[in-house]
Nanobody, 125 residues
Framework: QVQLGESGGGLVQAGGSLRLSCAAS????????MAWFRQAPGKEREFVAG????????AYADSVKGRFTISRDNAKNTMYLQMNSLKPEDTANYYC??????????????????WGQGTQVTVAS
C-alpha cells in the first residue's frame, strides 16, 4: 500500500503562485506513475499533470501548460506542483495520485491505484 498526503493549498490572488506537495509513504518503491488531478465544485475530476516516478517527459493539461510544473524529490518521496500565474478557473480541490504500474494514458483517473485526500486551492479575482 502507498499513502499519499497533499499540502500547500490555500487562498491566493489571481496572478499569484502556490506550490503543492504530495508526500508518499508505505510501499513507495512500487510507484511507477504519479499525477495531479483537480476537481472543482459541480465538475468532474480532471487531469492536471503527471510523470513517471523514475523521470521522463511530464504531461500537462492544455489549460495549465506554461504555468504549472510537476517535479519530484525521490529522496524525500515527495512530488510537487508549482503553480504560477494562477487564474480563478484554477480554483479546485487538488489531488495527487499514484499508479503501481506503467500506464499509457496518464490523464485517465481510473488507472491510478492510490489517492490523497486533496488540498483546496482558491484563486480570488
Amino acid at each position: 500500500q502507498v499513502q499519499l498526503g497533499e499540502s500547500g493549498g490555500g487562498l491566493v490572488q489571481a496572478g499569484g503562485s502556490l506550490r503543492l506537495s504530495c508526500a508518499a509513504s508505505g510501499r513507495t518503491f512500487s510507484m511507477n506513475t504519479m499525477a495531479w488531478f483537480r476537481q472543482a465544485p459541480g465538475k468532474e475530476r480532471e487531469f492536471v499533470a503527471g510523470n513517471r516516478w523514475s523521470g521522463g517527459t511530464p504531461a500537462y493539461a492544455d489549460s495549465v501548460k506554461g504555468r504549472f510544473t510537476i517535479s519530484r524529490d525521490n529522496a524525500k518521496n515527495t512530488m510537487y506542483l508549482q503553480m504560477n500565474s494562477l487564474k480563478p478557473e484554477d480554483t479546485a480541490n487538488y489531488y495527487c495520485a499514484a499508479a503501481s504500474r506503467r500506464i499509457i494514458g496518464l490523464e485517465n483517473s481510473y488507472e491510478y491505484d492510490y489517492w490523497g485526500q486533496g488540498t483546496q486551492v482558491t484563486v480570488a479575482s
